[in-house]
């Protein structure tokens, strides 16, 4: 059996319970060497195999898998954050789908997730933002044709920019064109939940000065829009005057 697990952002004690007991079981660990915590593997039994997937191919990762398969073992695969993001997660499922070998996907905590909880704020504010963009940049690999940050910026909503602090003055290029305020806020938060964390609030034109102060070139979530601010409503679910299935209007 291989389980997908998230490794949360960073801090050991933001693993999921399951992801911790899986991890004390597990005969083989195959982790995110760039990004997971390595502290984590001190979980392990003492013969568990470990393997760096930073250094390994698709092949060469399903191929430990398929031999610990056969061997009748318990083998974890540990993503960074939450697999479904940025996890190179579906073609390895693909691949096991193919060989028959069983699987299951245990969440984490995305590194998104982090970032709001370091910033001590909300990405959906009343009035404010209720939908929330998270993309990237097109670097050294593509993005579909129709998504680019101009045309994301047009809705002006909160934008959670992964995988881009290396293209910072582009972003914030693309974020002005694309119609946000060049006095929008923005944040950068570098390695959420790490002994070294890093939070610098700004503004969108600010964003390049901001990241180049402090050398901030890679591990960094980039944070756009009014959800920054303290201008917004107040819930309707929690309104006094506003009733609904679990509690009646208050006068
Ligand atoms: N699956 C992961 C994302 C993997 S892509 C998740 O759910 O978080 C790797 C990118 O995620 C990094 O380049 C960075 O943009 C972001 N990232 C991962 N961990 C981070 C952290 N602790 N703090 C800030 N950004 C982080």
């Given at each position: 059996m291989v389980y997908f697990v998230g490794a949360g952002p960073g801090a050991i004690d933001l693993l999921t319970v399951r992801g911790e007991r899986l991890l004390k079981k597990a005969n083989v660990i195959i982790y995110a060497g760039s990004l997971v915590n390595p502290a984590l593997l001190n979980l392990r039994q003492s013969d568990c195999l470990c393997y760096n997937s930073a250094e390994m191919t698709l092949e060469e990762v399903i191929a430990v898998m398929v031999k610990a398969e056969e061997d009748n073992q318990l083998t974890v695969r540990l993503h960074t954050g939450?697999?479904?993001?940025?996890?190179?997660?579906q073609e390895q499922m693909a691949y096991l789908d193919q060989l028959q070998i069983a699987y299951e996907v245990v969440p984490g905590v995305s590194s998104f997730c982090a970032a709001a909880a370091a910033l001590k704020r909300e990405y959906t504010l009343p009035d404010v933002a209720q939908s929330v963009i998270i993309t990237r940049m097109k670097g050294r690999t593509d993005m579909p044709p129709r998504e680019n940050i101009i045309s994301f910026a047009a809705h002006q909503t909160t934008m959670v920019i992964f995988l881009s602090v290396a293209m910072i003055e582009q972003l914030s290029d693309e974020l002005i064109k694309g119609g946000y305020a060049s006095d929008t806020p923005a944040a950068v938060v570098y390695k959420?939940?790490?002994?070294?964390e890093q939070i610098v609030v700004g503004t969108i034109v600010e964003l390049p000065q901001m990241v180049s102060a402090r050398q901030i070139s890679k591990t960094a979530l980039i944070l756009v829009g009014k959800f920054l601010k303290d201008d917004y409503s107040r819930s309707?679910?929690?309104?006094?005057?506003f009733a609904h299935g679990f509690r009646e209007a208050k006068e």
């Open positions: 939450d697999p479904s993001l940025y996890g190179a997660v959420a939940t790490w002994p070294d309707k679910l929690y309104d006094p005057a």
